[in-house]
């Protein structure tokens, strides 16, 4: 079959895939060279994508309290529900939360129908976790929400700087991207990262600056551009309220960073030197209590010295999601309306209105996630629409979540997965088609808007979330607006919304696609907006127009916060929590992919030595945290990457995966004032070890079924393998293994040491390995990784839990293409004498595909005797 172009459905790099479907359900997949975004590259995820595409896990029927049912008896359950309890309690009993993962059509869709034909403003979506810092800011200093670069500014910068973003993880493709500039013209990288982080390996300069005092850097390096004579005067003629930011940038304590004078003042020379520089900006800036601020913070200085919207100069923010910027189009925020409309400006309202041709239309904001899903527990919001976003581990304080979910009147829950912590709490769960299966457009961070198209058949009866949405909208008296046939018709719409905004003066205009034909729907090749009959493409506000009313740009008088929760004697430690490289989010696509879940296969916690020591830690040991919301259990990992007093959890881990791993659990449901989107990443809580009775590790063939206080799994290329940890004896571990492995019959191998506690027990059936369990009173010291390769073999030695003496133990998967190991990458080293990346990828493919794990391999090669050379 041919190659089908589309985009890759995880991180906002947005990313073009050449699909080739293999007419069994399964899929080739590759980078299209031809895509702006990637020039055929891949990250390990994108590369990964075809491993995620098969249907174990899926939902395939709509269910009503657990039971299959058809689409009818669901869809006229959800239409009936949502306009009784409009009609009983108003409008603003029912709300949508909804994600950055929607298309553009079907994100249209849910918006419109909540706002102009419901009549609340209460859709909010996951973006509110992930971008509503940014957004705010963009407005406040723009007037708009507008990037105003492109990737090529990567391209073309002399500095890149990287404010709380972990680019080489998680915009793996653009972080290429900037190594393959810097080694044309020697871009300079500085990362300013509480954490060392894999961004920070090729950094000329790390500013490892205490969480949450980025407005105080920002504000000093303004006064330093002031007084270095950087100051662009004539393009501050198109700015107001310079002299309110100089001031308040001058009262600010740039001590507040901690960071050393010298490692300030050698950022600053450098920023104010370098007219190309740009300034990339994600989480570490967003998720905090005065995101909105910090972003204000960095567009003051590129205001000041006009470096905007210029080739190689400008800030950048890097969305997460795959179409978080096309959810800011389409207005999914609470606070905004559509094509970047304001909800509350009358003529703006009465020009959606009248193109909706809408009964009514929101008066004002409705509610942002935290305050929304606190409406849910008060008994405010009646009836809940959750669309592909699974908040019950996502959302700060996840267990109130989970029971505000669980008390709401009535929930329904579109997702692709059947088992999710959110599915799982659902009246009524709609089963909508994957990434493969459906049509449609998403805008990537610098607004390149890329078709995903279909190539697979949509498994059993899922059907796409645009359809669902308007099917709902018609059964609730609607048909009329929501008569669409097909993706297409909801982008005309779109297009054609986007042109009323662009006459009220917005920057959102791509209405020279109003009147895209079918066939040319389907042919469109990636195009960045603007695309009207005025502007195609390109940067704004190199010319020093702005959307504000007086046509000029904004500066903010800003202080300096600390974080809200305050750290003391009860909670000492600051949790910083962030992504890992090869999973995405809960884990509901990559997890089924063993390649991915081999690169870190347990949820952990990043602990400085020091303060392991402090409260009795060694390596291996198993943490409990707590804050006031919740705890978790989580692996130790000592780490001098953060500081003491600092530690650092990945998010992804649920309730399928290692229940006491959810980190959400723990983190308090802060939020920036202005913008609503939580403060993620600084949360208190205590640390100690957690003293199990037992430690145990399991391979399986099979599924495994753990019952006990710790535990997770993950996939591997032969089934499952999982940590188990336990506080009370098992007296029976023969039983509680079957039990376990779910293999009451299978033949079985014990060796048990009473004294020592160790017992270790395989199952075998026809001479072939179906499970083997580990269990010892400390973590348990066996070769994982090469354990995890048995089962399905003949595995003779297995219970010595070690390779045997002529085969290596490979470690834990560094490079997830090639499937090569820690080991395995360090004895070429030594023994090979490898001084660089390349010399490690010649010698054993690591690093060659994606290039991923090239970040890491420099990290071994720096490890090594042979410090020389790294990349
Ligand atoms: N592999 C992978 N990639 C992804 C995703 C994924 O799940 N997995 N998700 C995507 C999504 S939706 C998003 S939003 C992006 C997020 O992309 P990033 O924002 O790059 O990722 P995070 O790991 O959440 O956080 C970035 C960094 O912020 C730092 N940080 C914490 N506090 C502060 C602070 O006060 N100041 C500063 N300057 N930094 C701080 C953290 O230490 C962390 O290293 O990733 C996208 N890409
Ligand atoms: N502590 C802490 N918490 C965080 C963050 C953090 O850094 N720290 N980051 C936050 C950020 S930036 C984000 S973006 C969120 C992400 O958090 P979520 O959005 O909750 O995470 P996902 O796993 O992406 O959830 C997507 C869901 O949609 C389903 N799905 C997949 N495809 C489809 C489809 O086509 N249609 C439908 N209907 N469903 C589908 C998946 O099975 C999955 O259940 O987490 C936030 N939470
Ligand atoms: S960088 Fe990776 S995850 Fe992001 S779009 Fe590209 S391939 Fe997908
Ligand atoms: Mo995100």
């Not at 193109?355 to 929304?372: C, I, R, S």
Request: with cysteine.
């Amino acid at each position: 079959m041919p190659e089908t172009c589309s985009t890759c459905p995880y991180c906002g790099v947005g990313c073009g895939v050449l699909l080739r479907p293999d007419g069994a359900g399964g899929l080739a997949v590759r980078g299209d060279p031809d895509h702006p975004a990637n020039f055929g590259k891949l990250c390990s995820k994108g590369t990964a994508l075809a491993d995620t595409v098969g249907l174990g896990g899926r939902l395939l029927a709509p269910q009503i309290a657990g039971r299959t049912t058809d689409w009818d008896d669901a869809l006229q359950l959800v239409a009936d529900r949502l306009s009784d309890t409009i009609a009983q309690h108003g409008p603003d009993s029912v709300a949508f939360y909804v994600s950055g993962q929607l298309l553009t059509e079907d994100y249209y869709v849910a918006n419109k129908l909540m706002k102009g034909f419901i009549g609340s403003a209460n859709i909010d979506t996951n973006s509110r976790l992930c971008m509503a810092s940014t957004v705010a800011g963009h407005r406040r200093a723009f007037g708009t929400d507008t990037v105003p670069g492109t990737y090529e500014d990567l391209d073309e910068a002399d500095l890149v700087v990287l404010v709380g973003s972990n680019l080489a993880w998680c915009h793996p493709v653009l972080y290429r991207r900037l190594l393959d500039a810097r080694s044309r013209r020697g871009t300079k990288i500085v990362v300013i990262d509480p954490r060392r982080t894999a961004s920070c390996d090729q950094a000329d300069l790390h500013l490892a600056l205490k969480p949450g005092s980025d407005v105080a850097l920002f504000n000093h390096l303004l006064t330093r551009v002031e007084d270095k004579g950087a100051l662009d005067r004539a393009f501050l003629q198109n700015v107001v309220g310079f002299d309110e930011a100089m001031l308040a940038a001058g009262l600010d304590d740039v001590a507040m960073t901690g960071l050393q004078p010298a490692d300030i003042e050698a950022f600053c020379d450098l920023w104010v030197s370098t007219k190309r520089v740009v300034t990339v900006f994600s989480q570490g800036v967003n998720q905090s209590s005065s995101g909105s601020d910090k972003v204000n913070a960095i567009l003051n200085c590129h205001l000041a010295t006009g470096r905007v919207g210029k080739p190689g100069a400008g800030p950048l923010s890097v969305t997460g999601q795959p179409n978080a910027m096309g959810g800011r189009e389409v207005g999914g925020l609470a606070n905004m309306l559509a094509c970047h409309l304001d909800i509350e400006n009358a003529e703006h309202s009465a020009a959606v209105q009248g193109f909706w041709n809408a009964p009514t239309m929101p008066g004002a904001q409705g509610l942002k996630a935290v305050d929304m899903f606190d409406a849910v527990a008060d008994g405010q919001i009646k009836a809940l629409w959750i669309i592909h976003t699974n908040p019950a581990v996502s959302m700060p304080n996840a267990r109130k979540v989970r029971e505000a979910i669980v008390n709401c009147p009535f929930t329904v829950v579109s997702d692709i997965t059947a088992q999710t912590d959110t599915a799982r709490l659902a009246d009524v769960l709609l089963p909508a088609t994957a990434w493969a299966e459906k049509d449609g457009t998403v805008t990537n961070s610098d607004r390149m808007i890329s078709r995903q198209r279909a190539v697979l058949d949509a498994p059993g009866q899922a059907r796409p979330d645009w359809d669902i949405l308007a099917e709902v909208g018609r059964r609730m008296g609607w048909s009329a607006a929501f008569d669409y046939q097909s993706p297409v018709e909801i982008f005309r719409e779109h297009a054609a919304l986007s042109g009323v905004a662009g006459r009220l003066g917005r920057d959102f205009d791509i209405s020279s696609l109003r009147d895209l034909t079918s066939q040319e729907y389907t042919a469109l090749k990636p195009t960045r907006w603007p695309i009207s009959a005025t502007r195609q493409g390109g940067r704004f506000f190199g010319d020093g127009a702005f959307f504000h009313a007086d046509g000029k740009a904004r500066m903010l008088p800003l202080t300096c916060k600390s974080p809200a929760a305050k750290t003391g004697p009860r909670y000492p430690y600051r949790l910083n929590t962030g992504r890992i490289r090869d999973q995405w989010h809960t884990m509901t696509r990559t997890a089924l992919s063993p390649r991915l879940s081999a690169h870190l296969a347990e949820p952990f916690v990043e602990i400085h030595p020091t303060d392991a020591r402090s409260i009795g830690i060694t390596a291996a040991d198993l943490v409990r945290l707590k804050s006031p919301q919740g705890s978790a259990i989580l692996r130790a990992v000592l780490s001098d990457a953060v500081t003491p007093g600092q530690i650092f959890a990945p998010i992804h881990w649920t309730g399928e995966t290692a229940p006491s791993g959810r980190i959400d659990d723990l983190v308090a449901p802060i939020t920036d004032p202005v913008s609503g989107q939580p403060e993620s990443k600084a949360s208190v809580v205590s640390a100690e070890r957690f003293d199990a009775a037992w430690y145990g590790f399991a391979v399986s063939s099979g599924p495994l079924l753990p019952e006990c206080s710790y535990w997770a799994r993950s996939r591997t290329q032969h089934g499952w393998r999982a940590e188990l940890a336990g506080l009370n004896e098992v007296d029976d571990w023969h039983h509680e293994a079957r039990r376990l492995f779910g293999l009451p019959d299978a033949e079985v191998l014990i060796f048990e040491d009473k004294a020592r506690g160790d017992v270790r027990l395989a199952f075998m059936q026809d001479d072939r390995l179906l499970a083997a369990l580990f269990v010892a009173r400390r973590p348990v010291a066996v070769m994982r990784d090469y354990l995890a390769t048995l089962p399905g073999d003949g595995a003779p030695d297995v219970l010595t839990g070690r390779t045997p003496a002529d085969r290596p133990d490979p470690g834990p998967t560094l490079c997830a293409c090639f499937g090569v190991g820690v080991n395995t990458i360090l004895t070429a080293i030594e023994t090979g004498q490898l001084t660089t990346v390349e010399a490690v990828g010649q010698s054993l493919n690591a690093g060659t595909n994606c290039g991923s794990c090239r970040p890491e391999i420099a990290a071994l090669l720096a490890r090594t005797m042979h410090r020389e050379a790294a990349e």
